[in-house]
């Protein structure tokens, strides 16, 4: 089992960045494919971005191509999620994950929150 925990969420104006973090404990980061999902309020948990365990290989909804950036520092067992060009729709709790399902381990979540 992997343990993660998000940072980096907060409160920013439209257009503005924020880079979130996931730091994991346990078993080896390294192997594992991880990303991001997120929820908004009302709304079911979305798909965000993925990479593979290399870092080799990334994969992202549409709705954030182009503005947000993974990758991952196996070395330093960490993930990360650079966002630019942030929209109020972008306003939700973002999880971090490793692995696949059905053994996925989650995060607790970090608040982003976009204001127009």
């Known amino acids: 089992q992997v343990q993660l925990v998000e940072s980096g969420g907060g409160l920013v104006q439209t257009g503005g960045s924020l880079r979130l973090s996931c730091a994991t404990s346990g078993r080896a980061f390294s192997s594992y494919p991880t990303g991001w999902y997120r929820q908004a309020p009302g709304k079911e948990r979305e798909f965000v971005a993925a990479?593979?365990?290399?870092?080799?290989?990334?994969y992202y909804a549409d709705s954030v191509k182009g503005r947000f950036t993974i990758s991952r520092d196996n070395a330093k067992n960490s993930l990360l999620l650079q966002m630019n060009s942030l929209k109020p729709e972008d306003t939700a709790i973002y999880y971090c994950?490793?692995?696949?399902?059905?053994?996925?381990?989650w995060g607790r979540g970090t608040q982003v929150t976009v204001s127009s």
């Open positions: 990479i593979n365990w290399s870092g080799t290989s990334a």
């Open positions: 994950y490793a692995g696949d399902e059905p053994g996925r381990s």
